[in-house]
C-alpha cells in the first residue's frame, strides 16, 4: 500500500463542473502540497497546508489532520484546469522528505 | 528571471557517460530539493539540502547519484556511470525556509541512449 494515495486515478469532466481530488496518507505529516503539473511537464505549487482549508480563484483545498485525508475541489471547472494533480506529504521527520502521491489526471472538456 | 532555473533543459548522452545537471534556485531560498520523474510515472524524491547540507540523502537511487550545494545557491546533481534506466525529467525545488511553497524549475530531460 502506497503511503500517499489518490482518487480518482482518471477523471474527466463538463466545462463548469465541480470537481473533487482526493488525497488520503498514512505518514504523520508536518504538511500537504497540491502541485498542478501541466501537460508541458511544468510543475507549479498550489497548495500548502497543515490544517483547515485554503482556497485561492476557483481552487480550495482542505485537509482533515485526524482522518488523514485531504481534498481539492475546482469550482466552475474550465479545459485550461486539464492537468495531473498531484498531492505530496511532508513526513513528520527530522529532514523533510516528501512523498508523492500517483496523481489525478483531470480533462475537462469544453 | 526570478523563478528556479535548470540546465541543461535537455541532455541525451551514451550509457556509461557521467552527467551533471544544474539547478539555480530562487535568491533566498535556503532549501533546495531535487526530484525524479520516469516516463509516465510519478515524482520521486531524490535528496534535500538545508543550506549546503543534506540532512536526508536516503531518495538517491544508487552511490552512482551525488549532489552537492555551494554558497546556499546553486546544486549540482551528478550521475555516473549512466545507465538507460535514469532517463528521466529531473526536477529541482526551492522554498524560502524547509518547511515553505515550493517553487519548481522547468527541469532537466536526461535520455541515455
Known amino acids: ?110 | 528571471g526570478a523563478g528556479v532555473s535548470q540546465s541543461p533543459s535537455n541532455k541525451v548522452t551514451e550509457k556509461g557517460k557521467d552527467v551533471e545537471l544544474r539547478c539555480d534556485p530562487i535568491s533566498g531560498h535556503t532549501a533546495l530539493y531535487w526530484y525524479r520523474q520516469r516516463l509516465g510515472q510519478g515524482l520521486e524524491f531524490l535528496i534535500y539540502f538545508q543550506g549546503n547540507s543534506a540532512p536526508d540523502k536516503s531518495g538517491l537511487p544508487s552511490d552512482r547519484f551525488s549532489a552537492e550545494r555551494t554558497g546556499e545557491s546553486v546544486s549540482t546533481l551528478t550521475i555516473q556511470r549512466t545507465q538507460q534506466e535514469d532517463s528521466a525529467v529531473y526536477l529541482c525545488a526551492s522554498s524560502f525556509f524547509s518547511k515553505g511553497a515550493q517553487h519548481f524549475g522547468d527541469g532537466t530531460r536526461l535520455s541515455i541512449l
Not at chain 1, 81 to 105: E, L, N, W
Request: hydrophobic share 35%.
Open chain 1, 1 to 110: 500500500k502506497n503511503e500517499v494515495e489518490q482518487s480518482p486515478q482518471n477523471l474527466t469532466a463538463q466545462e463548469g463542473e465541480f470537481i473533487t481530488i482526493n488525497c488520503s496518507y498514512s505518514v504523520g505529516i508536518s504538511a500537504l502540497h497540491w502541485l498542478q503539473q501541466h501537460p508541458g511537464g511544468g510543475i507549479v505549487s498550489l497548495f500548502m497546508l497543515s490544517s483547515g482549508k485554503k482556497k485561492h480563484g476557483r481552487l480550495i483545498a482542505t485537509i482533515n489532520i485526524q482522518e488523514k485525508h485531504s481534498s481539492l475541489h475546482i469550482t466552475a471547472s474550465h479545459p485550461r484546469d486539464s492537468a495531473v494533480y498531484i498531492c505530496a506529504a511532508r513526513v513528520k521527520t527530522s529532514y523533510d522528505k516528501v512523498i508523492f502521491g500517483p496523481g489525478t489526471s483531470l480533462s475537462v472538456i469544453p
